[in-house]
């Protein structure tokens, strides 16, 4: 038996027993849930800087667009918050790494 504990896509179960494969699932509560979203967000980063490709963005995403429903926020709030913060801190279009500072 391998364990996993972890939130998963809504057809993960029915792919898993489609294989022949025995698993154990619940439905997390909303807290349980907006709990697992910021470890899934870390696992799904983590696969990205790992296989750097398509896939692994969009899973990002997807868990970024969940998160932000969960926590009552629209994508319109968040391109719009993107577009303020454009403004005043630019993007990463210049590929501009910081090195140092100086302390004050």
Not at 83 to 99: A, M, N, P, Q
Request: charged share 35%; net charge positive; hydrophobic share 35%.
């Amino acid at each position: 038996m391998k364990t996993y504990n972890k939130l998963v896509r809504n057809k993960i179960p029915n792919i898993i027993k489609a294989d022949g494969v025995k698993c154990k699932t619940h439905v997390a509560t909303n807290d349980e849930y907006r709990m697992r979203l910021p470890i899934k967000l870390k696992e799904e980063v983590n696969e990205f800087i790992q296989n750097v490709c398509v896939e692994e963005i969009a899973d990002i995403l997807e868990v970024i667009e969940a998160i932000a429903k969960a926590e009552g926020i629209s994508l319109n709030e968040i391109k719009q918050k993107k577009l303020e913060k454009r403004k005043t801190h630019g993007s990463f279009t210049k590929h501009i790494v910081l090195e140092w500072t100086e302390e004050k």
